[in-house]
């Protein structure tokens, strides 16, 4: 069984390759390879973590090179978890992409970029979350990193262009900073690798201890958007499409959550930084929340909400408790999914509506009954209305909370409680302007194209074409035959409003709908396995003793 641990990261790589040397020529043959090869690797994810819960940390040195010389993967509870749930949740997206024409368009390019970058994407975050060492797990985050700009400027719009500059400035400054943590944990201990740093961090003075542990969390707190390092978020999502949107919404600041409660619980034992963790999550929740108020797109206030909510997850690494790291587990899969489902939904209603501007969206729910339904179940689960898979994780953390008993539990408590209100009101709003109430006047007719594919959003002059503050600046509305579904801005090409959506969009995000579903039916099971996986965490021995082997 240990021989499966390198898959989820070799085969997507594997598959880059077919699919770049595929290019365009035979594009149903690329899209096929695409969706064999995720489908393989859910697979692959559900049995190693069936295999990690049922026989314990599974692990494999890459050609048989022992720590601290060779490469090293650990699958265990939490990370089978985190494979599994990633893994279902890029396929869906993929599934959406495809439906949503994007891959179709990659003949205007020298090469098929999506399906490569796609791919390699996913390789990343597998590397990620099997990683054994600090080094593997950086070169987890560049591949991720490399990924992400071509998906995020695919199209070359000037907007796209400048988020995406954005996003790897912050990256690269977040990357640099990682080097030079690794380098001084090299110095100080002689490795870099998981099981070894758990011994031997131990023995440096307390000073050296909590500056490496410092710049580690100044470095993940950069990847999950933990305020005061999120400004780049809002302003870098929204730009991209959705799909895109979605999947990185959903998994990529889950990257650095993971990697905080990998390293606060193995490598940093006695939670030495945890009132600043808890102050870092108060923080994140209210200004997020509050951000999320105050916006009229629904692209930009989902990015608040994902700022904001990742604060509970911050929460419960702060409280470093078994009932705490569980909470906190339960609400990373559950957000990953939810949060991942409502940028797929919002795709759904610009496609339908022609914007994502909530002044100027109304009537969906009269007009398309099924895409209000795949919008209202997440935003409660969003919420935390009970019995949903939100509320059971908000639940948890708060018993946890409650339980420690302290000054800064009860504030994050009191935080959480108040966080989880104004979310509920932020859906209610998206509800009541865009579903509930009459479609506005001037609302786009089916047919209507609303962006174009040159690059004026660059010029600052409006004029009657315009649609400012919508991110559809530059706009120059034109008509085509009612329902056609002419691109899906992958390469910045315009979108047709149109009534019938295409059928595997709506599958997509319907599954996704279902497995954050499927989390509040199967939660009993969900919650019974993350206790085991926080209980593994705080132990510690199971994963040294798989990797060093005594």
């Known amino acids: 069984m240990n021989a499966l641990v390198p898959l989820p990261v070799l085969l997507p790589l594997c598959a880059t390759g077919l699919s770049l040397a595929f290019g365009t020529r035979l594009k149903r043959f690329q899209r096929f390879i695409s969706v064999v090869v995720l489908s393989a690797v859910l697979g692959l994810s559900v049995a190693l973590m069936i295999a990690a819960d049922t026989h314990g940390p599974l692990s494999v040195h890459l050609g048989d090179f022992a720590p601290p010389l060779g490469i090293t993967l650990v699958a265990d509870r939490l990370s089978g978890l985190m494979l599994t749930v990633s893994s279902a949740v890029t396929l869906c997206v993929l599934v959406y992409s495809l439906g949503q024409g994007m891959a179709d368009r990659d003949e205007e390019t020298p090469v098929a970029v999506f399906h490569p970058a796609y791919l390699i994407l996913v390789a990343g975050v597998s590397c990620t979350f099997l990683a054994g060492d600090l080094v593997n797990l950086y070169v987890g985050f560049e591949i991720m990193l490399v990924a ?23 990256s690269l400054f977040s990357s640099m900073l990682f080097l030079t943590a690794i380098a001084m944990t090299y110095a100080a201990t002689g490795t870099a690798n998981f099981a070894q740093l758990a011994g031997r961090l131990t023995a440096l003075p307390l000073g050296v201890q909590t500056l490496i542990q410092a710049m580690l969390l100044t470095v993940f707190a950069i990847k999950a958007a933990v305020f005061p390092l999120a400004a780049w978020l809002p302003d870098s999502y929204p730009t991209a499409p959705a799909p895109v949107t979605a999947v990185f919404a959903g998994l990529l600041t889950k990257v650095g959550v ?31 929340i509050l951000g999320a108020v105050a916006q009229t797109d629904l692209k930009r206030l989902l990015s608040f909400t994902l700022i904001s909510h990742i604060g509970y997850m911050i929460f419960g690494i702060g409280l470093a408790t078994r009932q705490a790291y569980s909470g906190a587990i339960v609400y990373v899969v559950h957000h990953i999914t939810v949060q991942t489902t409502l940028f797929l939904v919002a795709g759904l209603i610009e496609r ?49 909370g409650v339980a420690d008993g302290g000054v800064w539990a009860w504030i994050l408590v009191i935080g959480a409680t108040v966080t989880s209100l104004l979310t509920l009101y932020v859906m209610a709003k998206v509800w009541n302007l865009a579903f509930w109430r009459a479609a506005p006047p001037g609302q786009a007719a089916d047919g209507t194209v609303l962006e174009s594919d040159d690059d004026s959003d660059d010029d600052s002059d409006e004029g009657p074409d315009r649609m400012a503050g919508t991110g559809d600046e530059g706009v120059r509305p034109r008509h085509e035959p009612a329902g056609r579904a002419v691109a899906a801005t992958l390469h910045g090409h315009a979108v047709t409003t149109t009534r019938r959506l295409p059928h ?26 993350t206790d085991r996986s926080a209980a593994e965490l705080i ?10 082997g005594r």
Do not use: C, H, Q
Not at 268 to 283: E, H, S, V
Not at 539 to 548: F, G, M, Q, S
């Open 148 to 170: 992400s700009f071509v998906l995020l400027t695919l199209g070359g719009t000037g907007s796209r262009i400048r988020a995406g500059s954005t996003y790897v400035i912050i």
């Open 539 to 548: 132990a510690r021995v199971p994963y040294i003793e798989a990797v060093l």
């Open 504 to 529: 595997p969009m709506i599958w997509a995000t319907s599954a996704t709908v279902a497995l954050g579903l499927a989390f509040t039916v199967f939660a009993g099971p969900l919650t019974s396995y």
């Open 352 to 400: 339908r509506g022609g914007t994502t501007e909530l002044t100027r969206l109304g009537g969906i729910a009269r007009a398309a009954p099924l895409l209000a339904v795949l919008f209202f179940v997440p935003a409660m689960n969003l919420a935390g209305i009970p019995p949903l898979s939100g509320f059971i994780g908000k639940l948890g953390l708060m018993r946890a």
């Open 258 to 288: 993971y990697s905080m409660l990998r390293t606060e619980t193995l490598l940093f034992p006695g939670n030495r930084l945890g009132d600043l963790l808890m102050a870092a999550a108060l923080a994140s929740m209210v200004v997020g």
